[in-house]
Nanobody, 115 residues
Framework: QVQLVESGGGLVQPGGSLRLSCSAS????????MGWYRQAPGKQRELVAT???????NYADSVKGRFTISRDNAKNTVYLQMNSLKVEDTAVYYC?????????WGQGTQVTVSS
């Protein structure tokens, strides 16, 4: 079992930046692929970005060039740097750890982009 705790959400103006963090309660963090997903009100949860155990990354088209996913295996933490935020980025952001058919989710952190 892996427990994930997200942090770093909040209220930011359009064009601003936020960095989300997700800390994992496992000493085998490095073997997991990690992902950030988001869910806006009335919409389905969608992929934002993923990073594999060997640092291969993948991004949704809507965030390419604005968001960066990274990981620090020494700290059991994955990050999502979000720049040039737009109103449509407003959502609850969730962290996921996954490997070999197993997946674990965090509780989510709210990101609100508004003037």
């Amino acid at each position: 079992q892996v427990q994930l705790v997200e942090s770093g959400g909040g209220l930011v103006q359009p064009g601003g930046s936020l960095r989300l963090s997700c800390s994992a309660s496992t000493n085998r963090f490095s073997i997991y692929s990690m992902g950030w997903y988001r869910q806006a009100p009335g919409k389905q949860r969608e992929l934002v970005a993923t990073i594999t155990s060997i640092d291969n990354t993948n991004y949704a088209d809507s965030v390419k060039g604005r968001f960066t996913i990274s990981r620090d295996n020494a700290k059991n933490t994955v990050y999502l740097q979000m720049n040039s935020l737009k109103v449509e980025d407003t959502a609850v952001y969730y962290c996921k750890a996954f490997k070999s058919g197993n997946e674990y989710w965090g509780q989510g952190t709210q990101v609100t982009v508004s003037s």
